[in-house]
């Protein structure tokens, strides 16, 4: 069993950055691949970005390429998400998930494990 939690969320001004963190624990030995998605009122579960074991790897939805950044420290078996350039239609609580497999990245239903989530509200 792997537990994720999720923080670094809050409230910003359309423009502005926040840096999400997920840290894990449990069963961390074995070589996760991790995601961020998210999901707002009323709406889908959807992909936002993913990372293979080595960081060598890295995928992301079209809506945030180029905005936001996922890294990984596995010293610290800790995986970041960087958004900068925040958008109104960022608003949404993002999870953090792990699997051991890194193919169909963007299927939230492959994922293993998931964090409680943390809200990122953007103003407009």
């Not at 923080?7 to 997920?22: E, H």
């Not at 958008?87 to 949404?92: G, L």
Request: one cysteine or more; charged letters at 15%.
């Amino acid at each position: 069993q792997v537990q994720l939690v999720e923080s670094g969320g809050g409230l910003v001004q359309a423009g502005g950055s926040l840096r999400l963190s997920c840290a894990a624990s449990g069963r961390t030995s074995i070589s996760y691949a991790m995601g961020w998605f998210r999901q707002a009122p009323g709406k889908e579960r959807e992909f936002v970005a993913a990372i293979n074991w080595s960081g060598g790897s890295t995928y992301y939805a079209d809506s945030v390429k180029g905005r936001f950044t996922i890294s990984r420290d596995n010293a610290k078996n800790t995986v970041y998400l960087q958004m900068n350039s925040l958008k109104p239609e960022d608003t949404a609580i993002y999870y953090c998930a792990a699997r051991t497999t890194y193919y169909s990245i963007t299927n939230y239903g492959l994922y293993d494990y998931w964090g409680q989530g943390t809200q990122v509200t953007v103003s407009s």
